[in-house]
């Protein structure tokens, strides 16, 4: 029981050393870890071959009573006549929390009303989403390394391209309304640069919107 597995579970190595593992399993997962042992032993005894590096993600208990994501790397040896196991933990927290926000963007993505459209440093369309999709009348592959201009009028042409470019350039960010060119449909559009952690540009994303119109009340 190292320091790693001290940080990873909040439990010293004094507190551990001497105990059943199932101490740092959530009671769900602990009550089933005899039986797994049991079937294992007796495999063993059936000349079963031997745990070699066996990976799963389970899940540990912290001593606070949080659970843990982990991945498990799990290996039997003899030693003096007895047999050991050894499991390499890692632990998963971080790169779930990710997956987790990755899954929500995603959601997000596929499923709102606004149309979105993710495009790379050069300008060029990475992605649309569903909604955008259907604004342009066009599939997702279709659209892929369309210039951004390709699905855009604007008002004055190429003056308000190069401003609208300017601005973003500059604030990071413009909001305008331009003409779908497939059908001349009018758009609320905004426009954010995405920069990494040394402020180099690497996607643009756009999004856009019918503007809602103002219906006049009729007076008799």
């Given at each position: 029981?190292?320091?790693?597995?001290?940080?990873?579970?909040?439990?010293?190595?004094?507190?551990?050393?001497?105990?059943?593992?199932?101490?740092?399993?959530?009671?769900?997962?602990?009550?089933?870890?005899?039986?797994?042992?049991?079937?294992?032993?007796?495999?063993?005894?059936?000349?079963?071959?031997?745990?070699?590096?066996?990976?799963?993600?389970?899940?540990?208990?912290?001593?606070?009573?949080?659970?843990?994501?982990l991945r498990l790397a799990l290996s039997q040896a003899?030693?003096?006549?007895?047999?050991?196991?050894?499991?390499?933990?890692?632990?998963?927290?971080?790169?779930?929390?990710?997956?987790?926000?990755?899954?929500?963007?995603?959601?997000?993505?596929?499923?709102?009303?606004?149309?979105v459209i993710v495009l790379d440093a050069n300008r060029?369309?990475?992605?649309?989403?569903?909604?955008?999709?259907?604004?342009?009348?066009?599939?997702?592959?279709?659209?892929?390394?369309?210039?951004?201009?390709?699905?855009?009028?604007?008002?004055?042409?190429?003056?308000?391209?190069?401003?609208?470019?300017?601005?973003?350039?500059?604030?990071?960010?413009?909001?305008?309304?331009?003409?779908?060119?497939?059908?001349?449909?009018?758009?609320?559009?905004?426009?954010?640069?995405?920069?990494?952690?040394?402020?180099?540009?690497?996607?643009?994303?756009?999004?856009?919107?019918?503007?809602?119109?103002?219906?006049?009340?009729?007076v008799i």
């Amino acid at each position: 029981y190292n320091p790693a597995a001290e940080a990873i579970f909040g439990w010293s190595s004094a507190e551990v050393v001497g105990q059943n593992v199932k101490m740092l399993m959530p009671s769900a997962l602990a009550n089933h870890h005899d039986h797994y042992l049991q079937r294992h032993e007796h495999g063993q005894m059936n000349a079963q071959p031997p745990l070699r590096n066996k990976i799963s993600e389970v899940l540990g208990q912290h001593k606070n009573g949080a659970l843990i994501p982990l991945r498990l790397a799990l290996s039997q040896a003899e030693s003096r006549g007895q047999r050991m196991y050894v499991g390499v933990l890692t632990d998963l927290s971080a790169q779930k929390k990710t997956e987790r926000q990755l899954h929500i963007a995603a959601t997000v993505f596929d499923h709102c009303y606004e149309g979105v459209i993710v495009l790379d440093a050069n300008r060029r369309v990475v992605d649309i989403n569903p909604a955008f999709a259907r604004m342009a009348e066009l599939s997702r592959h279709s659209a892929r390394n369309k210039d951004f201009e390709a699905l855009f009028q604007g008002e004055d042409s190429d003056a308000t391209i190069a401003t609208m470019w300017t601005d973003v350039g500059r604030s990071g960010h413009w909001q305008g309304r331009w003409k779908m060119r497939h059908n001349d449909c009018q758009q609320e559009v905004s426009i954010t640069a995405v920069r990494d952690e040394q402020r180099r540009l690497h996607h643009y994303i756009a999004i856009c919107y019918q503007p809602i119109k103002q219906e006049q009340a009729s007076v008799i």
